[in-house]
């Protein structure tokens, strides 16, 4: 093979065009998280994106279009982390006030860490329509979750009975709000504020088999037994 035919053959055997960058979606979704913890929904933006990246605004428009494709991203990646745990959670122990707590404190580190978007996800706010229908059925599914250990709290005692559901969003409620009124500077950490929430529920406290209590979470009098 002559000299030429080499180069015409290495030639050809090279891609045309420049090569294409990876894009990694996890780093994507860190940028979105920046971007929306500067400056909200408003904020966000691929050329925005682009910038956090230190990538060309054509290379991550091939992979990530629009903005939409964006909040996507980043919905996906922290409703998936956070279904993960919260399934690990509830596996790992049999002990329904145990599952209880341990989600309760899952949630409190989420709403910490996510504490400047969070009510985006939770809220359904600022969502495109296209993510907000993928974050309907997300939050459905998560809730079921947290439904089934809290009726199952009620059925063992350690929650006064009433609408399981009601409860969950009750406490989901509450972790969520952790993320609106939570400052750095105050120097609380998350377990301590955990530790208050299930204080509040008495989850450290009852015990199991509270049939003695009545509706309200008040003690039963004992029965008067009639002397003979």
């Known amino acids: 093979?002559?000299?030429?035919?080499n180069t015409a053959a290495s030639s050809s055997s090279r891609p045309r065009g420049r090569p294409?960058?990876?894009?990694?979606?996890?780093?994507?979704?860190?940028?979105?998280?920046?971007?929306?913890?500067?400056?909200g929904y408003e904020a966000v933006g691929v050329p925005e994106v682009a910038e956090k990246l230190s990538i060309s605004r054509a290379t991550l428009y091939r992979t990530v279009p629009t903005?939409?494709?964006?909040?996507?991203?980043?919905?996906?990646?922290?409703?998936?982390?956070?279904?993960?745990?919260?399934?690990?959670?509830?596996?790992?122990?049999?002990?329904?006030?145990?599952?209880?707590t341990?989600?309760?404190?899952?949630?409190?580190?989420?709403?910490?860490?996510?504490?400047?978007?969070?009510?985006?996800?939770?809220?359904?706010?600022?969502?495109?329509?296209?993510?907000?229908?993928?974050?309907?059925?997300?939050i459905r599914r998560y809730e079921n979750m947290w439904v089934k250990v809290v009726a199952a709290n009620m059925r063992d005692g350690y929650l006064v009975k009433g609408d399981p559901v009601v409860t969950t969003r009750l406490i989901l409620g509450m972790c969520v709000w952790i993320s609106r009124w939570y400052?750095?500077?105050?120097?609380?950490?998350?377990d301590e504020i955990a530790d208050a929430a299930i204080s509040l529920l008495k989850l450290d406290k009852l015990p199991p088999n509270r049939a003695a209590q009545n509706t309200n979470g008040q003690a039963r009098r004992p029965t008067a037994t009639k002397s003979r």
């Open 1 to 5: 093979m002559t000299a030429g035919q």
């Open 20 to 39: 294409r960058l990876e894009i990694d979606p996890d780093a994507v979704a860190e940028a979105v998280a920046e971007l929306l913890a500067e400056g």
């Open 67 to 100: 903005k939409v494709d964006l909040m996507g991203i980043l919905f996906e990646r922290r409703t998936r982390d956070l279904s993960r745990q919260a399934r690990a959670t509830i596996a790992a122990t049999a002990d329904p006030a145990e599952q209880l």
């Open 102 to 138: 341990n989600l309760i404190r899952l949630n409190t580190n989420a709403a910490v860490q996510m504490r400047r978007y969070m009510s985006v996800f939770f809220g359904g706010g600022d969502l495109p329509p296209e993510v907000y229908s993928r974050w309907h059925t997300w």
């Open 183 to 190: 400052r750095p500077s105050e120097k609380l950490t998350p």
